[in-house]
T-cell receptor
Framework: DADVTQTPRNRITKTGKRIMLECSQT?????MYWYRQDPGLGLRLIYY???????NKGEISDGYSVSRQAQAKFSLSLESAIPNQTALYFC??????????????FGPGTRLTVL | GIQVEQSPPDLILQEGANSTLRCNFS?????LQWFHQNPWGQLINLFY???GTKQNGRLSATTVATERYSLLYISSSQTTDSGVYFC????????????FGTGTRLQVTL
């Protein structure tokens, strides 16, 4: 079974709709992240959470919100989707520095298209 | 913030050839990872290598932290090596937030 799972894997929606992307992990890691990848580019950080009560904005948080429902679950919401949010979205997890390395492990990605 | 530059941007190899991909970064790093993104979009961890040298089968990586670069070596390339290779780093001030380079797109042909 995959350690980091994302649902849905693909989603097509219309401008103005609310969308939630979900991420779950079985690695027991404290830290979770949401990234976005646009065609031909590297990933950019949207939000990150170092534990259930800690949520932080990343490089490109405008238009997004997150919820850390439990240590293992981190969801990303687009309150009112717009076409330039069409992208591939990745969730990642890592352990606390000192507990082990801070290697980040990525989920399979969610391909979101906003029409 | 930290800048990450990868070269070359594109690379075409015949199966069996060797290659070296380079990652330059602009500041001291706590974490450096190499990833392979396959044609289906999946990101695969290759190495966690903030310093030193590691090998895994036909792949190896070296990071010279004092000179702010890392190299990924692919030997005896196979068509399954095709995809995009990303280098990503966290600098000493950003606590686990990875900054990605724009990648090297590798195509291995028969």
């Amino acid at each position: 079974d995959a350690d980091v799972t994302q649902t849905p894997r693909n989603r097509i929606t219309k401008t103005g709709k609310r969308i939630m992307l979900e991420c779950s992990q079985t690695k027991g890691h404290d830290r979770m992240y949401w990234y976005r990848q646009d065609p031909g580019l590297g990933l950019r950080l949207i939000y990150y959470s170092f534990d259930v009560k800690d949520i932080n904005k990343g490089e490109i948080s405008d238009g997004y919100s997150v919820s850390r429902q439990a240590q293992a679950k981190f969801s990303l919401s687009l309150e009112s989707a717009i076409p330039n949010q069409t992208a591939l979205y990745f969730c990642a997890t890592s352990d606390r520095p000192g507990k082990s390395t801070d290697t980040q492990y990525f989920g399979p990605g969610t391909r979101l298209t906003v029409l | 913030g930290i800048q990450v530059e990868q070269s070359p941007p594109d690379l075409i190899l015949q199966e069996g050839a060797n290659s070296t991909l380079r990652c330059n970064f602009s500041d001291s790093v706590n974490n450096l990872q190499w990833f392979h993104q396959n044609p289906w979009g999946q990101l695969i961890n290759l190495f966690y290598i903030p310093s030193g040298t590691k090998q895994n089968g036909r792949l190896s990586a070296t990071t010279v932290a004092t000179e702010r670069y890392s190299l990924l070596y692919i030997s005896s390339s196979q068509t399954t090596d095709s995809g995009v290779y990303f280098c990503a780093v966290t600098d000493t001030g950003t606590a686990s937030k990875l900054t990605f380079g724009t990648g090297t797109r590798l195509q291995v042909t028969l």
